[in-house]
């Protein structure tokens, strides 16, 4: 199986809608940063996800060797997002969920892979994991206040036999 390294985003954003619990079936085991753990405890508040995570005998918090490299993410990327793809860089070959943006094209342009809530939900589908995905993707947007385009949404639903 893939090692696969978590982003902040993608735990918080699932717990928030209650499938946080579809990670584990469908990666095993997932990696995550200091910097990740730090972000779901930012403040001394508890965000959606840390408490699954700390209940997650399957997540393992993991600090990244190579801090050169996260010095250098860290000109154009959050601490996050630069521990996240430093620590996949030293588990290849990784899988990261991730959903930002510049964090997923600095992925890509070091050639690894990369998938967001959406994609996770859609193989949470296909895997029989959940029934109707649009009814999730509604809760993203409304209880998670995810940013999904309509057209992003209607293709998931569409890909799902969900026209």
Do not use: Y
Not at 25 to 32: A, C, H, N
Not at 41 to 58: D, I, L, T, Y
Not at 140 to 163: I, N, P, T, Y
């Amino acid at each position: 199986m893939t090692v696969a390294i978590s982003h902040t985003s993608p735990l918080t954003h699932l717990a928030a809608i209650g499938q946080f619990d579809r990670l584990q079936p469908l990666f095993g085991e997932l990696l995550i940063a200091e910097a990740v753990w730090e972000e779901l405890n930012a403040g001394g508040k508890f965000w959606p996800g840390r408490n699954e995570g700390v209940g997650a005998h399957w997540i393992t918090r993991q600090t990244v060797a190579n801090r050169p490299l996260v010095t250098a993410l860290l000109e154009h990327l959050d601490r996050g997002e630069a521990e996240t793809i430093a620590l996949a860089m030293e588990h290849q070959p990784p899988l990261i969920l991730m959903d930002e943006k510049e964090g997923r094209h600095t992925a890509q342009r070091f050639g690894l892979k990369t998938v967001g809530v959406v994609g996770i939900l859609l193989e949470a589908h296909s895997r029989g994991l959940i029934v109707r995905v649009g009814p999730v993707l509604d809760r993203l947007r409304r209880d998670a206040g995810f940013f999904l385009s309509d057209r992003v949404g209607q293709a998931a639903c569409e890909f799902c036999g969900e026209a």
